[in-house]
């Protein structure tokens, strides 16, 4: 089930056209940092990865997360009602990012997850079945509930200022404080 999109104008400050509006508004998203992660599954016809720096926890239980697809994504239309995994990418990875995001390089490793298919030696994953999509003006916000997930030691891969960073690994994670 797709929620209805909020409808009206969205007020141009004076002095500035809609495309300097939305290129000063991209440009403040980019201040704040993100982890970067790739959605991969399987569609009609082949394996897909979509890059996405557009990943939040949602709920622990049941344990559901969510990404943001650009409806502009080649994939994107495949992805509804799919089985997906969200790979969390290390500091390591940056050629993965690339690759999924149109920049092809060498092909990545897969491993076969039991819901959908992951990438090889990812920070962390989230293997997940679909639990709802709802519209997100140019975007699709697609919740799946976790139903399998693991993660490994290293630095993370970020992204802030339209680059890549890395954010190194704490010594106390958030998982030992709770």
């Known amino acids: 089930m797709i929620a209805k999109p909020r409808t ?6 004076s002095g500035r056209t809609p495309g300097e509006r939305a290129h000063q508004f991209r ?24 890059t996405v720096n557009s ?3 949602v709920s622990m239980e049941p344990p559901l997360v969510l990404v943001s697809i650009a409806r502009t994504a ?8 799919r089985p997906f995994t969200v790979n969390i990418l290390g500091a390591e990875q940056r050629h993965l990012a690339m ?29 997940c079945k679909p639990w ?9 916000l697609y919740v799946g ?10 630095d993370a ?6 680059t890549f960073t890395t954010i190194p690994e704490s010594q106390l994670g958030m998982e030992d404080l709770l």
């Open 8 to 13: 009206g104008p969205v007020p141009v400050e």
């Open 99 to 127: 690759h999924f995001a149109g920049r092809p390089g060498p092909e990545p490793l897969w491993v076969e997850g039991g819901t959908a298919p992951r990438l090889s030696h990812v920070l962390a994953y989230f293997e």
């Open 157 to 162: 891969l970020a992204y802030a200022n339209s």
């Open 27 to 50: 440009g403040s998203l980019g201040r704040f940092a993100t982890g970067v992660a790739i959605v991969t599954f399987d569609g009609v016809t082949k394996r897909h990865g979509i």
């Open 74 to 81: 080649k994939a994107h239309d495949e992805l509804a009602g």
């Open 55 to 57: 990943f939040t926890s």
């Open 132 to 140: 709802a999509a709802y519209d997100g003006g140019d975007h699709t």
């Open 145 to 154: 509930e976790v139903v399998d997930f693991n993660y490994r030691s290293g």
